[in-house]
């Protein structure tokens, strides 16, 4: 649920119901429209389904006591027509309304008029946004996706590898200033670098971004020929980056800083790294464990034997019991994923399942062989098989 919704939505108009409606109203009207409005009773109906999703969004903050009062005191104190204004300047408001509510819920809790001034709930949030003088300044820069595919062992140990993006960064030539070369951006006269300025509209004060410098803060009277005025460019970056040993396929890697950078001076922003592994020919993986089937002969699993099996950082031998099952798991301890946790750091296990191999062709030697055998060799443990056929043969 995002909060900037409360201001543009009417819940109680969604279920149909009245803003002094009882929860067992509220219940009851929620499961009369998602009964009727449900897509398994409306198949291929999109006006329906939307409908389905708005009640479930109504419910879900009206059927919750704290969040009931905050929607109806927000709705309330503040209207939905100040946020509107803002959207109607190009969505360039200073204020991020979300930020507004997790200040005042952090501050107080719910939302009350006695709480205004007392450093939570909506004093903080009038100080923020009804003619508040916090100065807005350089933004940061956007963050930043791209995505790398590495192969199945990188992923296991980590590697290190250039990343090229193209994205915006800083100009070269002004610094990321904006400004020409030699000059730098002055204070803005109009807010006199705030980058805000306060609107009488009515009984309240309303902070909305300075038009003459566009919430900056500051004016470039003399602009940067290369970036005209910005403060960045359009360029190709390399990066070294380094991928951690034991990542995931899928797994999303967070760069801090490395992202877009900021106008005018700002905070750069994030890059993250979307990692795709490739399967590997022989190992497949489960946590931290790495696992690899072992095919053996009928004689190795019956009389025993030692096979020499490989792992990600050089070969081991596994001792194979005689009398070994197929599909039994043998352990390798340590020649899994390395791991690092709170506890300290090690590697998981190689688990490697043994399946027995049955040759499609014989010579005649070994043919020979199976026969003289079969004659001596004991007899399978086939006891209840035996014992369930013997009435179903005399149904039949």
Known sequence: MVSRDWMEKDFYKVLGITKDAPEADIKKAYRKLARDLHPDHNPNNPESEERFKEA???????????QRKEYDEMRSLLGAGAFRRGARMGGQSPFDFDDLMRQARTGGGGFSAGQAGNGGGLGDLFGSFFGGSKQRGPSKGRDVETSVTLDFTDSVFGVTLPLKLRSPGACDVCGGSGAKAGTSPKTCPACHGAGIRSVDQGAFSFSEPCRECNGVGTIVTDPCAECHGTGGVTKTRVLTVRIPSGVRDGQRIRLAGRGEVGERGGAPGDLYVLVHVRPHELFTRDDDNLLLTLPVSFTEAALGADIRVPTLNGPVTVRVPAGTPSGRMLRVRG??????????????????TIT??????????????LRDYAKVEPAPPRDRIDEAIGPIADQG
């Open 56 to 66: 479930s969004e109504a419910y879900s903050v009206l059927s919750d006591p704290k």
């Open 335 to 352: 020649r899994g994923v390395p791991y690092r946790s709170a506890i300290g750091e090690g590697s998981g296990d190689l688990l490697v």
């Open 356 to 369: 027995i191999s049955v040759p499609t062709s014989l010579s005649d030697d070994a043919e020979q062989a």
